[in-house]
């Protein structure tokens, strides 16, 4: 620890809390949900879902990554940190950063697209099937004829990769914030 004091048992509590959220609700929504939702929902009703509860997820994940920089910050102050301190500090502030960009930009353009993509695809009879895969002809033919609905696509695949790497660089600086923590408890 960087400084004279001890932090309280409430600050390591609330900083845990934070951490363990965020990285629970990661595992939770790239990992498992996702997969199960897209083997037995339709396209649509998964598509709704997600774009109802990403920016809950998003968010409270960007408040987490927050309160895990203030708290960490306020009982390391700059002029006293070792090496390791300092690397934590970076990566709490690009977890932060990095959140936050998926939740005000990313993460809302991709439910947003998704929601035009939905409207044509309705209109043309599809979306109720169980995941992409059992009927990508059909995808791929209206791609090829309605011209905005392949630009849509492809904003689509732009946005869904960039908010997945926010997701997945945010995943690996709360999988390090974790093997910090672990690597500096005295005991269990």
């Not at 998926?102 to 993460?107: D, K, R, T, V």
Request: proline share 3%.
């Amino acid at each position: 620890m960087s400084t004279d004091r001890e932090p309280p048992v409430t600050a390591k509590l609330l900083h845990l809390m934070f951490l363990s959220t965020f990285w629970g609700m990661q595992i939770w929504v790239t990992f498992i949900s996702g997969f199960v939702m897209d083997n037995h929902l339709n396209r649509h009703t998964f598509g709704f879902i997600q774009s109802r509860l990403f920016p809950f997820y998003l968010h409270i994940g960007s408040a987490c990554a927050f309160f895990n920089l203030t708290i960490f910050a306020m009982y390391h102050p700059s002029n006293m940190l070792d090496d390791k301190e300092a690397f934590q500090i970076f990566i709490f502030f690009v977890c932060v950063t990095v959140a936050a960009v998926n939740a005000q930009w990313f993460g809302q353009m991709t439910s947003e697209i998704m929601a035009d993509m939905h409207l044509i695809e309705q209109a043309c009879g599809l979306g109720q099937d169980i995941g992409l895969s059992s009927n990508r002809e059909a995808y791929a033919k209206l791609c090829e004829t309605d011209p905005k609905y392949k630009k849509l696509s492809g904003r689509l695949w732009l946005y869904h990769l960039l908010s997945s790497l926010c997701n997945l660089c945010c995943i690996i600086c709360n999988g390090y914030s974790l093997y910090y923590l672990a690597e500096n408890l005295t005991a269990l």
